[in-house]
């Protein structure tokens, strides 16, 4: 501890620093060094934060969201610096070289999610505009925030696992209410299976198809946000929501409509809507963030394939698996993983993963699509 009570007293203030994270591995070394040595001043600091004898990924949510997110914190992410002991690196090099990979990896999701492109925010905007339209004739998605409250709600992201146990939503719509991701959308149309809500995210042209050739919207509602293209909101025919995106541009509009923080994924929307509708439990399936054993990036008769090119060519990243087995993943799947384990960890009911294959994900309990819905989706109550 000497060296945090030499950095503390000394150079800490000279230095400007703002936080001081400490990891230490052995919990029985800390406690020893408590015994020997006053770290009464250090512990009273709000600003120094302690993890001991904690897994790399059970810090991950904690360090992101109470300590990197801090307004000043983030705006000195930058200059962050990492001070090792080589003790420590001697003992447990791979034990802190984790715990490295895990501080980079809440550094840059934070840096991602804040965004660093000014022509793709002038993009929303004036899809904003174009979009007044909507926004004023349609009800706010906070008009039902609360109503399904203790009611289970399934998400359809578009996974290749999907494959698997979509059949199982047949007869489940009076049961549980269901959203739809777009790309997940016309494959279940396919098969006769109508969700209630279905929502899309990117502000790019092309989201309009996940909606063409659809006939009968009768009974589906979009989840409609104002940064996307007024093409894809229009090609829905069916009834809509609107919802608002943290951005500070929807302020300007002077009515709120329901604003929802999510991610880079409309999966992590369709999480946040059915959070603040109430719903519980939440069940996902089709979210495998991580490639099929065949090399599939998607569920078959996705209208732009079940395997994305650009995906495929981004470096691999391992991960472990639902099963407890090493997959194959990459860094934008990485990104949406770690949004749903800080949204799950703020929410108060429970997640189930009944994807069936694809990436582990911290917080929800993994469990069969078949055996969720014979322990939560019991009662017909007409969503």
């Known amino acids: ?120 925010s002038f993009v929303g ?102 940064i996307l293209m007024p093409e894809a909101i229009d090609a829905f025919k069916g009834r809509k929501f609107i919802g608002y995106r943290g951005y500070s541009h929807f302020n300007w509009l002077e009515e709120e409509k329901g604003t929802l923080n999510v991610g880079i994924s409309v999966a992590n929307l369709s999480f946040k809507i059915l959070v603040e509708l109430g719903c519980n439990p939440i069940i996902l399936i089709g979210q495998d963030l991580a490639y099929a054993e065949d090399g599939d990036t998607h569920v078959k008769g996705d209208i732009f394939g079940s395997r994305c090119e650009h995906i495929r060519m981004q470096p691999v990243i391992e991960l472990e698996g639902n099963d407890g087995k090493p997959v194959k993943s990459e860094k934008s799947w990485v990104i949406m993983k770690n949004t749903y384990e800080e949204d799950i960890a703020a929410y108060k009911g429970t997640c189930i993963n009944a994807t069936e294959g694809g990436a582990k994900i911290l917080g929800a309990k993994v469990m069969a699509f078949k055996d969720a819905i014979e322990k939560y989706c019991k009662e017909v109550f007409n969503p």
Request: one cysteine or more.
């Open 1 to 120: 501890g000497y060296h945090l009570d030499r950095y503390f007293k000394i150079l800490g203030e000279k230095m400007g620093t703002r936080q001081i994270v400490v990891f230490e591995k052995d919990i029985e070394l800390f406690r020893l060094a408590l015994s020997v040595g006053d770290f009464a001043q250090i512990i009273a600091q709000p600003d120094i934060h302690f993890f001991v004898g904690e897994s790399p990924e059970e810090i991950y949510v904690r360090l992101k969201t109470e300590i990197l997110s801090e307004k000043d914190t983030i705006i000195a992410l930058k200059s962050l610096k990492v001070i090792p002991l080589p003790a420590n690196i001697l003992l447990e090099r791979e034990y802190y070289q984790n715990i490295l990979a895990t501080l980079k990896n809440a550094a840059q999701q934070i840096m991602v999610l804040t965004g660093n492109d000014a022509l793709d």
């Open 125 to 226: 905007l004036e899809n904003i505009f174009h979009n007044i339209k909507h926004i004023y004739a349609n009800p706010g998605i906070n008009s039902v925030y609360g109503k399904f409250a203790g009611k289970p709600g399934v998400l359809v992201a578009a996974g290749p696992s999907l494959n698997k146990n979509m059949h199982l939503l047949e007869g489940l719509r009076e049961k549980a209410l269901i959203i739809s991701c777009d790309a997940s959308f016309i494959p279940l149309m396919k098969k006769g299976i109508r969700p209630h809500l279905v929502t899309s995210l990117e502000r790019t042209p092309g989201i309009d198809l996940f909606y063409s050739g659809i006939e009968n919207f009768n009974g589906l509602y979009f989840v409609a946000l104002p």
